[in-house]
């Protein structure tokens, strides 16, 4: 119980993070801010979010504040009530949906990464092997938990969590490299 619970946090931690820059947070940039904030078309408030302007945005005292959300013009804008002067969009129109506030939020508090999904992983300890055939394995985001090897099956792997002896199939794309290699090398 105790381990699939481990499991079942490692996967929900990992799911809800790691926001990708290209495919969530630039789509919400040029579909809702380029009419305004691009070198292709205007730059308003000397704000471009091209995807090369936007580091110049990124930092400390600036409008996107790697991990303070609350703090970053660029999030507090987009929340703003519609009649509010500084509401962006201007106007209340064309405002982000609750989901895009959402990424958007979780982009900055991960780090704003322009490349990849979400900050780099900390430091992950290397695999060891445990007794019984159990071994360690680490999740792209840096949380470790002991399973034993069952298999790979498609893009996963199958790990028996040994308290509830429940054998889950965790994507290999949510494991870290190490963990990745040593699911490809892994014998049952
Ligand atoms: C219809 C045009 C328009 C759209 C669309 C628009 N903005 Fe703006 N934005 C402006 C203008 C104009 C200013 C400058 C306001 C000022 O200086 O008082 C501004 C300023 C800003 C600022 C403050 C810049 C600063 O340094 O003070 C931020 C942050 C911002 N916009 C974010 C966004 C985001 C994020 C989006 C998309 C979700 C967006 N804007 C969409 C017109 C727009």
Known sequence: MKYSLILALVLTATAAS??????????IFRNKCYACHSVTKKVKGKLALDDA????QIGAGKNIIPGEAMKSTM???CTLPSDDAD??????????????????????????NLTGGGAAPAAAPAAMPAAGGVL??????GKVIEAEFMGLQDDGVLLKIPS??????????RLSPESQEQAKTAKK
């Not at 962006?88 to 704003?112: H, S, V």
Request: proline share 8%; hydrophobic share 35%; charged share 20%.
């Open 18 to 27: 790691a926001v990708d820059y290209k495919t969530q947070i630039a789509p």
């Open 53 to 56: 302007e936007l580091p110049n």
């Open 75 to 77: 999030f507090i804008n």
């Open 87 to 112: 509401v962006m969009p201007p106007d209340g129109k064309n405002r982000l949906t609750d989901a895009e506030l959402d990424l958007l939020k979780t982009w900055i508090t991960e780090g704003a």
């Open 136 to 141: 360690k394995w680490t999740s792209s985001d």
């Open 164 to 173: 509830t002896g429940v054998t889950h199939i965790v994507p290999l794309s």
